[in-house]
Structure formats: structure tokens, C-alpha cells
């Protein structure tokens, strides 16, 4: 099987890089914690952020997912596998993340959502359709969820800081 070989990984990359460095620095300007990113750990699907919170003494860990589709399409995208170029079908994202946590960036805001109740709600069937052939060269599954939907679950930021 032919890929594509116009691929944007390395720009994608690059984008999510400066969305989960966005968010740390949010974290660190409103709490007394150190943020740790799996930025130089290569490929390290079990979170993004790693923060410890000095004060209460505990860690949280972040997914940080930016849709920059969903502003067009009203539509949220869970990654769950991917085809591999050798044709394999491997599980991704959602299906093996370890974080505690969501953050999904779109429409100039993160939106916070508990990595539990995502998969609750991907196992309640929450999603509207399930889209294969998306994402960077077209070999990602995705289950897709209405904004709205989505927002019935998930908080802002600002509101899950309580800044």
C-alpha cells in the first residue's frame, strides 16, 4: 500500500509542541508547580504534561490534544488507532494514554476533560460517527463528537483553575 508523502508531521509536530508548551506556562503562572513535558522523550503516548503540585504535594498528567479542525466543522476528534505504514493496525491516544487528564485546545481555549470520563463517554456512545483515514497521512480512526456534546463534559480552563 502506497502512503502519502506529503505528509505535515514534522509542522504538526512542531504545532502540538507550542500548544502543550502553552498550556505549562499556564500552569506554571497559576500554581507553585514544576510542569515536566514528554517533549524529548520520542515517541511517549502515556502523557504530554507532568505536573507536580508543590503545595498538595501530588502529580497530575495531561494529554494535550489541539483540534484545529473543530472550529470548522463543529466536531471534536478522539483519536483511537492508527494504520501503520506496514499495514498494522495499532491502538492510539485515548485507547493507551495513562494521563489523567484531557486538555483539548480549540477555538483559542483549552478545554479540560477527566480521560475516564472521555472513555465513559466513548463507551456510552456519545460520538455521532466513527471516521477512518484521517489525521497525518490519513491512517488515524477517530471517533467524532458534536461540540456540544463534548462541552456537556469538559470545562474551560479558566474554570477548571478557578483563575
Known amino acids: 500500500m502506497a502512503w502519502e508523502t506529503n505528509s505535515t508531521f514534522t509542522k504538526d509536530l512542531a504545532a502540538a509542541h507550542e500548544v502543550e508548551n502553552k498550556l505549562a506556562e499556564i500552569f506554571r503562572q497559576n500554581y507553585d508547580c514544576t510542569v515536566t513535558t ?25 494529554e494535550v490534544k489541539h483540534d484545529k479542525m473543530a472550529s470548522v466543522t463543529g466536531n471534536i476528534a478522539v483519536e483511537y488507532q492508527r494504520t501503520m505504514k506496514d499495514g498494522t493496525v495499532r491502538p492510539t491516544c485515548i485507547s493507551i494514554s495513562q494521563s489523567d487528564l484531557y486538555a483539548y485546545y480549540f477555538d483559542g481555549t483549552f478545554y479540560i476533560i477527566d480521560t475516564d470520563e472521555l472513555r465513559r463517554m466513548i463507551a456510552d456512545k456519545k460520538y455521532f460517527y466513527t471516521v477512518h483515514n484521517s489525521g497525518d497521512g490519513g491512517r488515524a480512526s477517530c471517533y467524532l463528537f458534536k461540540k456540544e456534546e463534548f462541552l456537556k463534559h469538559a470545562v474551560p480552563l479558566k474554570t477548571f483553575l478557578q483563575i
Not at 507536580?52 to 502529580?59: C, G, L, S
Open 38 to 62: 514528554s517533549q524529548d522523550k520520542g515517541s511517549f503516548p502515556e502523557w504530554d504534561l507532568s505536573i507536580f503540585f508543590k503545595d498538595e504535594n501530588f502529580t497530575r498528567t495531561v
